[in-house]
């Protein structure tokens, strides 16, 4: 049980275009997700919190218009990377809390996003 | 400021030597401490959750303890296989739902 995936598992995208990582938890449903990034050798930084049906919550100094964030169901949440930059290549990882049980977040496999 | 402090931040062991891993933390009321395990190139595996000081669970060769200002995971008899990034993490009454990660201690066992 508590299964994440993530699609895509790498992607490599020219700068200025737009990226979209796709979140879903598999067996069970999610109100709340989350999205991180990881820098090599890194531990991981929060970026959002995604609750269904409602607006993600950004953390300080990651810019909204940048990393847009939808969850418009129980199981699925989207990143989308627009006008990407080599900056933003990273490894993102989603995790998802269930909504039946305590607090524990199950992750995602990650996506390794390369920006050229 | 809530923080989260692991140690060491590396450590190499012989396969069947024992050891533990410290997980600091100075937080505004603590909601829950979590350890995760994190193979390279894929995200965080979910191994414990602990509460209350005093609390102990275990898994394999695996045992994590908290108190009221660190919590340990302790290894006992290690393989190769247990060569991994183990991450700590609490949840803070201030945090609600997220999360606040330790840098991770990179652990490596040799046969």
């Known amino acids: 049980g508590a299964v994440v995936s993530q699609h895509p598992s790498r992607v490599i995208c020219k700068s200025g275009t737009s990226v979209k990582i796709e979140c879903r938890s598999l067996?069970?449903?999610?109100?709340?997700m989350f999205w991180y990034r990881q820098f090599p050798k890194q531990s991981l930084m929060l970026m959002a919190t995604?609750?269904?049906?409602?607006?993600?919550?950004?953390e300080q100094g990651v810019e909204k218009d940048k990393f847009l964030i939808n969850h418009a169901s129980l199981t699925l949440s989207t990143l989308t990377v627009t006008s990407a930059h080599p900056e933003d290549s990273s490894f993102y990882i989603c995790s998802a809390r269930d909504s039946g049980l305590s607090y524990e977040q199950y992750f995602g496999p990650g996506t390794r996003l390369t920006v050229t | 400021e809530d923080q989260v402090t692991q140690s060491p931040e590396a450590l190499r062991l012989q396969e069947g030597e024992s050891s533990s891993l410290n997980c600091s933390y100075t937080v505004s009321g603590l909601r829950g401490l979590f350890w995760y395990r994190q193979d390279p190139g894929k995200g965080p595996e979910f191994l414990f959750t602990?509460?209350?000081a005093g609390e102990e669970k275990e898994k394999e060769r695996l045992k994590a303890t908290l108190t009221k200002k660190e919590s340990f995971l302790h290894i006992t008899a290690p393989k190769p296989e247990d060569s991994a990034t183990y991450l700590c993490a609490v949840r803070t009454r201030s945090g609600y739902n997220k999360l606040i990660f330790g840098a991770g201690t990179r652990l490596a066992v040799h046969p």
């Open positions: 067996d069970f449903q999610a109100t709340t």
């Open positions: 602990l509460y209350s």
């Open positions: 995604s609750n269904e049906g409602s607006k993600a919550t950004y």
